[in-house]
Structures are given as C-alpha cells and as structure tokens.
C-alpha cells in the first residue's frame, strides 16, 4: 500500500515538474545559457511554490536539488549526483521528459552568441537566497512563453534587480553578481572578446582599468562605430598625431586612419580599443611617464605625478572637448610654454639654421694679465672692441671701456655662463680667445634636441610648486625665491662638484638653524676623514715616531669631536685601522672654522642634502661653482633668511638678525624647496640659455627618450676658475694644506725637534 501511494504521488508531481522543465529550458535557452545546462537541473530551480505537496519520500528527492541551490558552487564545475528527475521520468514513459523537451524546443535568438558571453562573464557571488519568484500557470511542454521571447539579449540568468541571484550555467547553482553588464552594443561585445589580450598591448594598471572600463559599459562606444570614428574620436586622433608639438614623439601612438568609414563591429571594436590605448599612453607621457628619472641617474629623484588610467578614461569620455583634455595633462608651468614656443618656431622654420662662417674677430687675441673695469681706459679695449664687434661712438674713446661696450661684456660672458660683472679678467680673456663667439648651438637640431630634453624634466617636477617656494637650479649655480609666479630673490649658490653631485628632488623646508654645528656626513667620513685617522697610530705623542701622527691631532686640526653615541671619547684610544668609522659621529662646533657658517636651512630628505652659509666667501668669484659635497651653500645668506622668515612668520630684518647669535625656528608654513637640472631656459627677454650638463645628465636623458647618443656642446670655463672641490667641511681643503706641507717638509733637512715636526704638520 505504501508503495502504491509513493507512485501515485510521484504520478501527480511528474506532469508539473515536466512543464516547469520546459520553462527552465526555454528560458535558459531565451537567456543565452550554455547548452550543457543539466534539463532537471534547471525546471527544479523554477519550481513554483504552489506544486503539490508529496509524500515524504517523494519530496525528499525533489527537495534535495533544490536545498543545493544555497550553496556556491564553481563556475563550470559538474553536479555531484546525477539529476534526480530521471529516475521518475524512466517510471512513467507517458510524460514528456525534460530531456525530450529539451531537445525540441527552438531557443530564442540571441545578440550575442552564447560562447562568447560565457567566455566574457566572470563568476559572481552566492546569492542571499536561492527561492524563485512565484511563477505563472506553467506553459504546455514544447511551448515558448511570451516573456522569454521578448526578453532581450542579457547575460546568464539576468535579472531586472542587480541583486537577484544568478544560476551557475552549468550546475544551476546561485553564483557571484555580474561584474560585466552585458553588452547593448555589437561593437562593445566585440571589444570584450578582446579585453583577455590586453596585458600584450598595455601595461598592467591601463589594461585593467580598459577591462573595468569597457566591461561596464552599457551604451555605445566612444571613439569609434561601424560607420568609423566619432566625432570625439576624430578629435582625439587628430590631437594625438600633432604630439611632436607638446615635445612628445607622434611615432610612439599607434592611430588608425581618420578616413575609414563604414567597417564590421570587429572592426569598429579595435578601432576603439586602439583610441583607447593612445589616449592612456598620451596621458602617461604627458605626465612625465615616458621614462622612469631614476633609470637615468640616481641623481634623479624625482616622481612625476600620473592620473589613473581609470580617471583618464572615464574624465576625457565626459569631456565636450577631449582634444583639450589632452591638452591639460601637459605641465602649465611657464617655462615649459616658453620652451615649447620655440620649438614650434623652429621646427617652422621661423629660426634659421646658423651656418658656421669663419669670424674674423675670432682672430683677435686680448694678452693676458692684469684686470680692467668699466669705465677704464686701456690699449687692450681697442682689441676687446674689435673682438666683441662694438664700436666706439667717438673714434677718440676707443680705449675707454664705456657703458655700451659693457653691455657687450655682459652678455659674452652670460652666453658662455661667466660670472656677469662686466671685468675683464683672465677668466674671460681666455674664453675670449680660446673660446667661441657668444652663440646659440650650431643647428636647429642640436637646440631641439636641448629643449626636449628639457621639457621632459618639466614634466618631473610637481604640478603645484607651492605659492611661495625655493628653486635651486644647478646648472645655473642659481638659486630663486618665487611668490604668486615671480621672482622676488636671486641670489648665487656653489653646489656639488661632479664627483660628490647634488641630487634632483623636492622636499619642504622646515627648520631654519643658526649657528650651527656640523655633523661629519657619512660619505665624506668613508672617504676623507678614515683614511687620515688610519694613518694615526693612535699612540698619541709617541706616534711621530713611526712616521705617523696621533688621531687626537687630526681631530684638532678640524676641530672636531668625536662621539660614540653621545659620549665623547678619546679619539688616541680608537685602534681605527680596524673599527667601522660610521659607528662614531663627528662634530664640529659653531665658529668661524664651522663650514656651515652660520645659518643652514633644513630640508629634510632622503639624500642629507641642505643649503647653508660658508665662511669661504672667495667661492662666489668663480663662473664655475660645483665645488661642494652635494650641499647648497647660499652667497647671502642673510637676505635669504630674511625674506623666508618674513614669509613665514612676518619677521622683520632686525628680527632675524638678532637670531644669528644661535638658536632655531620651527616654520609655521612649510617652504617647498625644488632642486631642479635645467640646462636650457628661455629668459625675461626671450632669448634661450643654455647651460653647463657638468653631470652629464643631458646625454643620458636624450639616450633615453631617443635610444640614440646625443653629444651636446658644453660652455668653456677658464681653467683658473675651476678649482679643486672643497668640502662641505675643511677636511679636503686641509688634506690638501697637509699634502703640499709634508711635500715641503720632505724637501728640506728634515725637523730638528719634535716640537718643529708637530708644528710642521698643523701649523694654519
């Protein structure tokens, strides 16, 4: 009895649970679900809530699917147990079995063919819960309800609530949300099947934010459609391929043609794609993103800020002029402008080539010797005018060094990057007379290879300067305070010598010091002071005896202490041959030994760099200043103070003044501080300066944007006027002192007294 009654039950439930199959299949089908979809799988997740109730058995089996539904399951994976419907459809070979229905009803046509959204949707979450909607009177075996007919094309499972739950296409099982809204567009679908490829023609974070991009998008296409570019996407290419003017290469954009008209969807899709990947690439180059700085020197610590590829696809696709969105991503900085106007003008011809011509003023040689100012009369300014081309308003004054022909002076020497004062020294008589004539670079080529170079390092530098900030050039030997865009203060700086460089890279200052102490930095402990304290025998006054000095007396001759942590010690007791020197400090207090002098302005970076005063004032009278430790020192540095501290905190110069007696001061508003390698300018006047690249840092940099070798022509220095680096400290110039000292003391009989030996090795 039993057993009948479980038949009979099973009986009532077949003929429904065979209509619901042909719903689950035929919607499936409407839906673009993947064949393979298991029949008895689907009409059991679209059981309605009013089929009748079973016996226990009964129920159990058909229940038992449908509690799975809770569960996440694997994209693609296969169910566990064999479809439980089969086993009643074998029963009763009266009813339609969902495999049957399955297999004669049509499926809807679908937009998009159902590999290709298969392969495009990624898995989804588990949904909250797996009970379906009630449904309506379940439609004959073999028939199509009208809804699934007029479902359009969506993905899997798609419901009109983003929050409803999607069954897996394999298994029925609820999965993961859509991350990919399906595609309205041909051209989109197209571009899908493309995203997988992206990482062979983007980087990393662009094919991403493509990917995120196009997998959202639910409308049209951008840049391109099957009758070719849009108006935006002709706008776009055609800003793109003027790049050269913007100082970036056109060549490293891959366009298509803005002639092409009608093309397939396939087509059309990488036509856009390829928009897309010239917009991300322009964007990154035009800010700065070309080339990693730090790829071409150490010195180059400097980080260009770059917009999201995300931010650049979503900002330009809003904009109503995307060929001036593309235009904003360029530096706004004046010089940058002013750089890239002449090279509009030279590339249009409207500056000539020069064509080098044998000058006879070229021939004119001044004698050395002797200094001559303006305003003096002498024999040699007959011979200066002659060379510089200026003559005399009144033949009787040709040797009268007059205000006109020191204009000239002026200028021959700022072409050629000497000291502009308008004396005639050796310095520049020797420029003058070994030198080239005061000229721009040979060819237009050599000056545009110059400004790219230079426009590039614009690029490095932050968008924002700051309102009221310091920029150091090195090149120029110059450093500027500017407020609200002008230059208020220009004041001369010495900075690192080519093999102890100053480094490129923006900090804030933060601490002005006054009468400071100086602390021995690590590079200049390795290198110069280790050497001399391992020569000590570090046997005090015996020490002279072996031919070595004591360790005490080369910390005197510097005036230095030494600490271990902070408790000074005896620098005699200290075997130094056979100790790490970086686990004692060294310092030097305030005094006019002190080569900090007495004011230096804190900045703290990664690099120990500062820039501070000197008490080796005669510095300043060279053309050439690369002559420290990497450190800036500043020629005022008390007018450099003064305007920093009235900007901060409205000091007035007595103020500050009255600070240089010691002490510190915290700024209220941090001063950013940029130092720059700029070898090319363009002045107040319009005319482009050029540089000394004493780095070498120019050549690396075109190597780098080019992949060829540029030589570029360097400024002359007079030979007098480039002097041996002298350290951000005493030691080097004393080594030196030392050196021709014990060079002296070798040549002759050799120290009486001990007395005269010790006095021989430090006398001042």
Known sequence: MMKKTAVSARARLLPAIAALCVTGVVSARAENAPATTPPATAAQGAQPATTPAAPPAAQAKVEDPSAKLTAPAAPGSAPATAPVAAAPAAATPATTTPAATAATTPAAPAATPPAATAATTPPVAPAATATPAPAAAAPAPGTTTPAAAATPPAAPGAAPNSTAAL??????????????????????????????????????????????????????????????????????????????????????????SAAAGTQTAEAAAEMELQVALAVLKYARYARGGRINPASISQLMDQQPTLVPPKTVLTDIAAAAKPEAYLQSLHPKHPQFEALRQVLLKLRGGEIKEEVAVVDSALAVKLPMGGVIRPGATDPQIAL?????????????????????????????????????????????????????????????????????????????????????????????????????????????IIVGQPSWPTPMFSADMKTIVFRPSWGVPSGIKAKELAPLLRKSSGAGFFGIFGGGYSAQAV??????????????????????????????????????????????????????????????????????????????????????AELLLAEDKGWSADKVGSMFSGGEVQLDKHIPVHVTYITMRVDDSGQLQTYGDFYGLDG???AALTGKSIRFEQPAYPADDVVAASDDGPIGQSQQQYNRRKKKQASNSGPTTLSDAIQGLFSP
């Open 167 to 256: 069954p897996d296409p394999v298994t029925g099982a609820a999965a993961q949300p859509a991350q990919v809204i399906p595609p309205a567009d041909p051209v989109v679908a197209g571009i899908r099947t493309r995203l997988p490829e992206l990482g062979k023609r983007a980087g990393e974070e662009e094919a991403a934010a493509l990917a995120a991009y196009y997998g959202q998008m639910t409308g049209t296409p951008v840049w391109a459609s099957t009758a070719g570019l849009t108006d935006k996407g002709k706008a776009v290419v055609s800003e793109i391929s003027r790049a050269e003017n913007w100082g970036l290469p056109a060549s490293a954009f891959e366009l298509p």
């Open 384 to 492: 200066l005018r002659q060379r510089l081309k200026v003559t005399a308003d009144d033949p009787a004054n040709e040797n009268i060094y007059d205000e006109k022909l020191q204009q000239a002076v002026v200028e021959f020497q700022r072409a050629n990057s000497l000291r502009q004062d308008g004396i005639i020294g050796n310095g520049t008589r020797q420029v003058m007379n070994g030198g080239p004539a005061p000229a721009p670079p040979a060819t237009n080529q050599s000056k545009i290879d110059r400004i790219l170079i230079n426009m590039e390092r614009w690029r490095w530098v932050p968008a924002d300067l700051g309102e009221f900030h310091v920029w150091d050039n090195v090149p120029e030997f110059l450093t500027r305070i500017v407020k609200n865009g002008k230059v208020i203060h220009t004041d001369e």
């Open 555 to 640: 910390l005197d001759a510097y005036d230095l202490r030494v600490y271990a942590g902070n408790r000074q010690v005896d620098p005699n007791s200290v075997d130094w041959a056979n100790v790490n020197i970086q686990n004692y400090s060294f310092q030097q207090p305030p005094g006019p030994k002190n080569p900090l002098g007495d004011v230096k302005f804190m900045f703290p970076n990664s690099h120990d760099v500062y820039m501070h005063d000197t008490p080796e004032r005669n510095l300043f009278a060279k053309s050439f200043r690369a002559l420290s430790h990497g450190c800036m020192r500043v020629h005022e540095p008390r007018r450099f």
């Open 700 to 702: 690396r940099t075109a």
